[in-house]
């Protein structure tokens, strides 16, 4: 019965942003470390970002300075901010807590 369900993607164009959402369901979500995960056509899943219990975050260098990871563990929730996207973040996003993921949500930035 768990269950992680991603939304927010969309096709936006470079410079723009978005915030993608992840809804747990079926764990004690704050004991659980939470990651956004990507995956484009022809290339292997990567991490993207990673938030600790306790809110200490970790980011892929690609990434960092421009995407923020969040919680809010009163609405079992994770969050990525994603400001300045760049056409090489096109990809599906994908939530996990290293046992389950959900069943990811594209992004595009083209333009």
């Known amino acids: 019965q768990v269950q992680l369900v991603e939304s927010g993607g969309g096709l936006v164009q470079p410079g723009g942003s978005l915030r993608l959402s992840c809804e747990a369901s079926g764990i004690v979500f704050r004991l659980h470390i939470m990651g956004w995960y990507r995956q484009a056509p022809g290339k292997q899943r990567e991490l993207v970002a990673r938030?600790?219990?306790?809110?200490?975050?970790e980011y892929a260098d690609s990434v960092n300075g421009r995407f923020t990871i969040s919680r809010d563990n009163a609405k079992n929730t994770v969050y990525l901010q994603m400001n300045s996207l760049k056409p090489e973040d096109t990809a599906v996003y994908y939530c996990?807590?290293?046992?389950?993921w959900g069943q990811g949500t594209q992004v595009t930035v083209s333009s």
């Open positions: 938030i600790q219990t306790n809110g200490l975050t």
């Open positions: 996990t807590d290293h046992a389950y």
